[in-house]
Nanobody
Framework: QVQLVESGGGLVQPGGSLRLSCAASGSTVTINAMGWYRQAPGLQRELVAVLSSSGVSNYADSVKGRFTISRGDATNTVTLQMNSLKPEDAADYLC???????????????WGRGTQVTVSS
């Protein structure tokens, strides 16, 4: 099983910045893609940003120009730099990874426990 460890959430004022990090680990696992989703109370979970192993990234329209997903310093680690944060960005941010392994067929999806981001004055 792939384990995802998230960090970086917290309280920030509108216009401020936060940097989220997610590290994936697992034996005999090859990570195909990693990314971030978010979910606010009463709302559906939505894609924020994803990054493939080939370096291709994709963003939700609502965060383009403000958020940047990139590889971390460690293997199988991604970071999400969030700038110019808005109150509507407040949510539980969940790390996601798709992985292949000799232990299963095809790609499987894994989720972190989430890290809370609060944007308030």
């Amino acid at each position: 099983q792939v384990q995802l460890v998230e960090s970086g959430g917290g309280l920030v004022q509108p216009g401020g910045s936060l940097r989220l990090s997610c590290a994936a680990s697992g034996s005999t696992v090859t990570i195909n893609a990693m990314g971030w989703y978010r979910q606010a109370p009463g709302l559906q979970r939505e894609l924020v940003a994803v990054l493939s192993s080939s370096g291709v990234s994709n963003y939700a329209d609502s965060v383009k120009g403000r958020f940047t997903i990139s590889r971390g310093d460690a293997t199988n680690t991604v970071t999400l730099q969030m700038n110019s944060l808005k109150p509507e960005d407040a949510a539980d941010y969940l790390c996601n990874a798709r992985a292949q392994s000799v232990d299963w067929v095809g790609l499987r999806t894994f989720w972190g426990r989430g890290t809370q981001v609060t944007v308030s004055s």
